[in-house]
Protein backbone atom coordinates (compact mmCIF):
# COMPACT_ATOMS: atom_id res chain seq x y z
CA UNK A 1 0.00 0.00 0.00
CA UNK A 2 2.79 2.32 0.64
CA UNK A 3 4.69 1.65 -2.62
CA UNK A 4 1.04 2.54 -4.03
CA UNK A 5 1.45 5.73 -2.04
CA UNK A 6 4.72 6.55 -3.29
CA UNK A 7 4.22 5.85 -7.08
CA UNK A 8 0.51 8.32 -6.96
CA UNK A 9 2.91 10.96 -5.09
CA UNK A 10 5.70 10.69 -7.67
CA UNK A 11 3.28 11.01 -10.55
CA UNK A 12 1.50 14.09 -8.74
CA UNK A 13 5.14 15.98 -8.99
CA UNK A 14 5.93 14.79 -12.81
CA UNK A 15 1.95 16.46 -13.73
CA UNK A 16 3.23 19.74 -11.82
CA UNK A 17 6.00 19.68 -13.84
CA UNK A 18 4.61 19.80 -17.23
CA UNK A 19 1.52 21.86 -15.77
CA UNK A 20 4.60 24.22 -15.17
CA UNK A 21 6.60 23.61 -18.53
CA UNK A 22 2.55 23.92 -20.30
CA UNK A 23 2.12 27.39 -18.79
CA UNK A 24 5.60 28.73 -19.97
CA UNK A 25 4.47 27.71 -23.13
CA UNK A 26 1.75 29.36 -23.61
CA UNK A 27 3.17 32.35 -22.98
CA UNK A 28 6.13 31.76 -25.02
CA UNK A 29 3.78 31.62 -27.82
CA UNK A 30 1.42 34.26 -26.69
CA UNK A 31 1.19 37.42 -29.65
CA UNK A 32 1.16 40.24 -27.42
CA UNK A 33 4.92 41.56 -26.04
CA UNK A 34 3.80 42.67 -22.68
CA UNK A 35 1.44 39.87 -22.06
CA UNK A 36 4.53 37.66 -23.06
CA UNK A 37 7.16 39.49 -20.97
CA UNK A 38 4.46 38.65 -17.83
CA UNK A 39 3.83 35.30 -19.23
CA UNK A 40 7.07 34.03 -19.28
CA UNK A 41 7.54 35.17 -16.18
CA UNK A 42 4.60 33.51 -14.69
CA UNK A 43 5.60 30.46 -16.82
CA UNK A 44 9.20 30.32 -15.28
CA UNK A 45 8.19 30.96 -11.52
CA UNK A 46 5.75 28.36 -12.07
CA UNK A 47 8.28 25.71 -12.98
CA UNK A 48 10.26 26.51 -10.15
CA UNK A 49 7.02 25.99 -7.61
CA UNK A 50 6.49 23.01 -8.74
CA UNK A 51 9.62 21.72 -8.91
CA UNK A 52 9.90 22.83 -5.24
CA UNK A 53 6.81 21.65 -4.74
CA UNK A 54 7.96 18.15 -5.96
CA UNK A 55 11.12 18.30 -3.82
CA UNK A 56 9.13 18.72 -0.86
CA UNK A 57 6.33 16.29 -1.44
CA UNK A 58 9.03 13.50 -2.27
CA UNK A 59 10.71 13.94 0.57
CA UNK A 60 7.59 14.10 3.23
CA UNK A 61 6.68 10.63 1.18
CA UNK A 62 9.75 9.41 1.79
CA UNK A 63 9.77 10.34 5.56
CA UNK A 64 6.35 8.80 6.47
CA UNK A 65 7.17 5.39 4.05
CA UNK A 66 9.67 5.16 6.46
CA UNK A 67 8.06 6.10 9.82
CA UNK A 68 5.80 3.15 8.88
CA UNK A 69 8.16 0.88 8.42
CA UNK A 70 9.89 1.87 11.71
CA UNK A 71 6.53 1.21 13.08
CA UNK A 72 6.07 -2.08 11.67
CA UNK A 73 9.10 -3.76 13.39
CA UNK A 74 7.92 -2.87 16.31
CA UNK A 75 4.95 -5.33 16.38
CA UNK A 76 5.09 -8.43 18.29
CA UNK A 77 6.51 -11.47 15.96
CA UNK A 78 3.87 -13.80 15.51
CA UNK A 79 4.33 -17.46 14.97
CA UNK A 80 1.48 -19.11 12.84
CA UNK A 81 3.74 -22.42 12.41
CA UNK A 82 2.62 -23.79 15.81
Known amino acids: ?17 FKGV ?4 IAWM ?3 ETQRRA ?5 VIMIIVA ?3 SVV ?6 V ?5 GESQRSLPNFNFNR
Open 1 to 17: MVGMMQIMIWLLCVYLV
Open 22 to 25: EIFQ
Open 30 to 32: SAR
Open 39 to 43: GIMLG
Open 51 to 53: VVA
Open 57 to 62: FIALEE
Open 64 to 68: MAYQL
